[in-house]
């Protein structure tokens, strides 16, 4: 199984930008498989944020974040980025990345197998 490690979470003001990272380690390659981002905020369920496909010519958003996040991948160095930006106070959550067992954007828990530890996001009003 795929060890899958997030970084670039931090503190930020409301309208910033912040960039996470995955980073895919052990276990199969990224490149075959969808990936996404999802994340949790204290007292909530956690939630999809966005996924790509394994080429990255497919990305799906949650309506919450379209448009103001990009979601990409770099099979070659087999990493996964996400991008936020204008980003609010109510985006403040605990980030994880996820591996698929699917090669398409999949929004669904279920349809991943690998999950990283997360990565605290907050965003100061």
């Known amino acids: 199984q795929v060890q899958l490690v997030e970084s670039g979470g931090g503190l930020v003001q409301t309208g910033g930008s912040l960039r996470l990272s995955c980073a895919g380690s052990?276990?199969?390659?990224?490149?075959?498989?969808?990936m996404a981002w999802f994340r949790q905020a204290p007292g909530k369920e956690r939630e999809f944020v966005a996924s790509i496909n394994w080429s990255g010519g497919n990305t799906q958003f949650a309506g919450s974040v379209k448009g103001r996040f990009t979601i990409s991948r770099d099979n070659a160095k087999n990493t996964v980025t996400l991008d936020m930006n204008s980003l609010k106070a109510e985006d403040t959550a605990v980030y994880f990345c996820?591996?698929?067992?699917?090669?398409?954007?999949?929004?669904?828990?279920?349809?991943?197998?690998?999950w990283g530890q997360g990565t605290q996001v907050t965003v100061s009003s």
């Open positions: 996820a591996q698929a067992r699917v090669t398409w954007a999949a929004l669904r828990e279920r349809d991943f197998g690998s």
């Open positions: 052990g276990g199969r390659t990224l490149s075959n498989y969808g």
